[in-house]
């Protein structure tokens, strides 16, 4: 690079110059999805699937559906996230916030399909010590039992 004098111009960053690497800097530049349905339903409680990419840009839609059902009065929440393919620890603090208001209204969030990228997230923000975890299936996913 020429040295500079007092006369000659600064040199112009170009905005690529600026941000080398867009897609840490804006995560929102890729495609994300996030599937969130409530499968099952009664007075005291739900259970809600979510599938996809579970992330701060994309999780939104999911707690408000944790907190709707929160504020119908449904205090037992089962939280399926089988078909998780991806989750960040944002996320998941945002599950802890709900996960508190269960509590405070003397219900719980028990998360419940925690496969192994999930359960390594968790384990390594410690959201496993805090948060219920289920079984490998929700309730509704199970067979009948057989009465003989």
């Given at each position: 690079m020429?040295?500079?004098?007092?006369?000659?111009?600064?040199?112009?960053?170009?905005?690529?110059?600026?941000?080398?690497n867009r897609?840490w800097?804006d995560h929102?530049?890729?495609?994300?999805?996030?599937?969130?349905?409530?499968?099952?339903?009664?007075f005291?409680?739900?259970?809600?699937q979510?599938?996809g990419e579970?992330?701060?840009g994309?999780?939104p839609?999911l707690?408000a559906?944790?907190?709707?059902?929160l504020?119908?009065?449904r205090r037992?929440?089962r939280?399926?996230?089988t078909?998780?393919t991806?989750?960040?620890a944002s996320?998941?603090?945002g599950?802890r916030?709900?996960?508190?208001e269960?509590?405070?209204?003397?219900?719980?969030?028990?998360?419940?399909g925690v496969?192994?990228?999930?359960?390594?997230v968790l384990?390594?923000?410690?959201?496993?010590?805090?948060?219920f975890l289920?079984?490998?299936?929700?309730?509704?996913?199970?067979?009948p039992?057989?009465?003989?």
């Amino acid at each position: 690079m020429p040295a500079l004098t007092p006369q000659s111009p600064l040199p112009v960053r170009t905005a690529a110059s600026s941000v080398p690497n867009r897609d840490w800097f804006d995560h929102r530049s890729r495609e994300t999805t996030l599937s969130v349905e409530t499968v099952a339903l009664d007075f005291q409680g739900a259970t809600v699937q979510v599938g996809g990419e579970l992330d701060l840009g994309t999780a939104p839609p999911l707690w408000a559906v944790l907190r709707s059902h929160l504020l119908a009065g449904r205090r037992f929440l089962r939280l399926d996230v089988t078909s998780l393919t991806f989750v960040d620890a944002s996320a998941l603090a945002g599950l802890r916030a709900i996960h508190d208001e269960a509590l405070a209204a003397r219900g719980t969030l028990v998360v419940t399909g925690v496969r192994a990228l999930v359960a390594r997230v968790l384990h390594l923000t410690g959201f496993d010590e805090v948060l219920f975890l289920g079984g490998s299936r929700a309730e509704h996913e199970l067979p009948p039992l057989q009465v003989s």
